[in-house]
Structure formats: C-alpha cells, structure tokens
Nanobody, 125 residues
Framework: QVQLVESGGGLVQAGGSLRLSCTASRGTFSSYTMAWFRQAPGKEREFVAAISWSAGSTYYADSVKGRFNISRDNAKNTVYMEMSTLKPEDTAVYYC??????????????????WGQGTQVTVSS
C-alpha cells in the first residue's frame, strides 16, 4: 500500500511563494502518476496539477497555470509543487495523490487511488 506524506505548507503573504513536497513510501514510485489537489473550506476537492510517471507530461488547472510548477524526483520518491504569486484564493488544504498504471494524467479525484493527509496553505491578503 502506498503511503503519501505532504510537507511544506504554511502561512504566506499574497504574492509570495511556497514549495510543497510529497514523499511516497513505495519503491515503485517511478511507476505512479502523481497529482496535487486542493480543498478550501466549504468547497469540493479540486484538481491542481499532475505529472506522469515518466515526467513527460504535466497538466495544470487554469487557475494555477503559469504560477505553479509540478516536478518529481524519482530517486527520492518525491513529487514537488512550486507555487508562486500566491493569492488568497489559493488558500486550501493541498493533497498529494498517486495512481499506478495510469496512462497520461488524470484530472478527477476518481482517477487516483492513494492520498496523503494534506498540508495547509494559507495565503494572507
């Protein structure tokens, strides 16, 4: 069973930057498509970004395109998300997700089988 642990969340002022990390427990990390979702209070969990197992394909929600960057280091079993020009509307719990044997990238919650516990990102005005 894959276990995912997120880190890097915190409080940042609008316009600032944060770097989230998600480390997987499995040695087969390189075979997994990885993604980030987020959920704000009272809102549904929404897709943010995904990266294929080969790192050859990435996809971003329109709301973060150009500001967020997803990457992975398979040797460290870790996926990252660099977030810049943060806005108050980016405030949410950010979740790391993983799915094996997924062709390309998935943008729906149902596309992923494994989830981390989340890390809080709060962007102040």
């Amino acid at each position: 069973q894959v276990q995912l642990v997120e880190s890097g969340g915190g409080l940042v002022q609008a316009g600032g930057s944060l770097r989230l990390s998600c480390t997987a427990s499995r040695g087969t990390f390189s075979s997994y498509t990885m993604a980030w979702f987020r959920q704000a209070p009272g809102k549904e969990r929404e897709f943010v970004a995904a990266i294929s197992w080969s790192a050859g394909s990435t996809y971003y929600a329109d709301s973060v395109k150009g500001r967020f960057n997803i990457s992975r280091d398979n040797a460290k079993n870790t996926v990252y998300m660099e977030m810049s020009t943060l806005k108050p509307e980016d405030t949410a719990v950010y979740y790391c997700a993983a799915q094996s044997r997924l062709r390309g990238v998935g943008v729906h919650r149902e596309d992923y089988s494994y989830w981390g516990q989340g890390t809080q990102v709060t962007v102040s005005s």
